[in-house]
């Protein structure tokens, strides 16, 4: 079975995941996959801060009373389904011969505030704390699963790989898009979260 590596960066409700195997200094990635955290329309589950907050999309609606509790029942069932997701798609890596024990969560510079009603002040903060929660789920799940898991600054995966591969940015740019997975298409964003395994595979 071969060592595999998997970065991941947080969405609404999913993760965009990028498994890597794990071969010296090369980089042998493979195809890209969005995992979906959390399986239900439940609003309470998928984005918890925006209910506790009285958002529903861009209108705001009353507020519930104990706010608190919408957040706390939310997230935690956003780490019982993340933890359910992430163990079907540790099967389906084994299935492809990947012994997957090691992990990356990219992490954003967005600033989560003291208390609840600092969050709750702004749409945009709230954006902040969703993406939190999620990473959070994330990191929970990977702990139950026992697989190790590091964090890593999005913005700082590009410098840190071009000094690691002694590269600079037009050469590291040319590497990483000559890189082509068995199946299936890369964006941007594919590319840093494949390089942040990369930087952590071992």
């Not at 439940?42 to 209910?51: G, I, K, L, N, Q």
């Not at 704390?129 to 600054?153: F, N, P, S, Y």
């Not at 199946?183 to 595979?201: N, S």
């Amino acid at each position: 079975m071969k060592d595999v590596c998997v970065a991941f960066k947080a969405h609404m409700g999913w993760v965009n995941a990028v498994p890597v195997l794990v071969n010296g200094r090369a980089m042998a990635p493979l195809p890209a996959r969005r995992v979906n955290l959390v399986e239900t329309d439940a609003r309470e589950v998928r984005e918890p801060y925006y209910v506790a907050g009285g958002w529903h999309g861009l209108a705001q609606v009353p507020r519930p009373k104990d706010p608190q509790s919408v957040i706390d029942r939310g997230r935690k069932a956003q780490i019982a389904s993340a933890t359910r997701a992430l163990k079907d798609f540790r099967a389906g890596l084994a299935a492809e011969g990947g012994g997957w024990t090691r992990a990356v969560v990219l992490t954003t510079r967005g600033i989560v505030h003291d208390t609840l009603e600092e969050v709750l002040g702004s749409h945009a903060h709230i954006h902040v704390a969703e993406g939190e929660a999620i990473r959070d789920a994330t990191r929970q799940a990977l702990r139950r699963l026992k697989i190790r898991c590091v964090h890593q600054d999005e913005k700082s995966v590009w410098g840190e790989a071009a000094a690691r591969r002694k590269q600079n940015d037009t050469e590291l740019d040319a590497f990483v898009k000559s890189l082509k997975p068995a199946t299936g298409k890369w964006a941007k964003e594919e590319r840093v979260i494949a390089l942040a395994a990369w930087l952590h595979r071992r």
